[in-house]
C-alpha cells in the first residue's frame, strides 16, 4: 500500500514536469493608447527612463525604492537602477538599448532579484492624426524549464498587461493635464 501512495505522488509531482517540456517558453506583450499630444512632445517625454517612475505601475509600487543612474539620460547607454525591499519590486536595472528619434526606444531589462532574467522591453509613438500619438510599450521574455510552467498557472501575459495598461493610462493622465 506504502508503494502505491509514494508511486502516486511521484506521479503527481512528475506531470507538471513532464507538461512543462511542451509548454512554451517565450512570451511578449504589447498594449497601445492614444494621447492627445503631438509624437515629439511625447517621445520627448517618455525617452528619459527618470521620467518612468512618474508613471509606471512598477515604479509606483515601491515609492522609497533605492534608485540609481549611469550616463546620461535619454540617450544609448543610460541606466535607469532600482534596488527595493518589496519582494514584488526586487533589484535590477534598465538600460535604453536602441533609439529611433520619435519613434521607437528599446529597453534591456536586467531583474535580479527575487529571480534572475533579462527581457527585453520598448516603447513606441506614432502619429494617428494631429496633435495625436498613438503609444506602445511591448514587453519580451523568457522562462526555462520548469518555470515556463508559470506561463500557463498564473496568465502571466495578462498581469503584465494589466501593468503596461495602468502605466500608459497614467502617462496619458500626467501628458494631457
Not at 509548454?23 to 499630444?37: F, G, L, N
Not at 527612463?49 to 508613471?55: E, I, R
Not at 527575487?114 to 516603447?123: S, Y
Request: charged residues 25%; glycine residues 6%; aromatic residues 10%.
Amino acid at each position: 500500500m506504502l508503494k502505491k501512495i509514494l508511486l502516486f505522488l511521484l506521479l503527481l509531482c512528475a506531470i507538471p514536469l513532464v507538461a512543462a517540456l511542451f509548454i512554451r517558453k517565450e512570451y511578449a506583450v504589447t498594449t497601445s493608447i492614444v494621447i492627445d499630444k503631438p509624437v515629439v512632445e511625447v517621445y520627448d517625454y517618455v525617452k528619459y527612463l527618470k521620467n518612468q517612475n512618474k508613471y509606471s505601475k512598477w515604479a509606483k509600487m515601491d515609492p522609497k525604492a533605492r534608485l540609481s543612474f549611469r550616463g546620461t539620460d535619454g540617450t544609448v547607454g543610460f541606466v535607469s537602477a532600482w534596488d527595493s525591499d518589496n519582494p514584488d519590486v526586487g533589484r535590477g536595472e534598465q538600460e535604453i538599448t536602441a533609439m529611433v528619434p520619435n519613434k521607437r526606444i528599446d529597453y534591456e531589462l536586467r531583474f535580479l532579484t527575487p529571480f534572475e532574467a533579462t527581457d527585453l522591453a520598448f516603447m513606441t509613438t506614432d502619429a494617428t492624426a494631429e496633435g495625436k500619438t498613438l503609444v506602445s510599450w511591448g514587453f519580451r521574455g523568457h522562462m526555462d524549464y520548469p518555470m515556463n510552467l508559470m506561463l500557463v498557472l498564473m496568465d502571466f501575459e495578462t498581469m503584465i498587461a494589466d501593468d503596461l495598461n495602468t502605466g500608459l493610462g497614467n502617462l496619458k493622465t500626467l501628458l494631457e493635464q
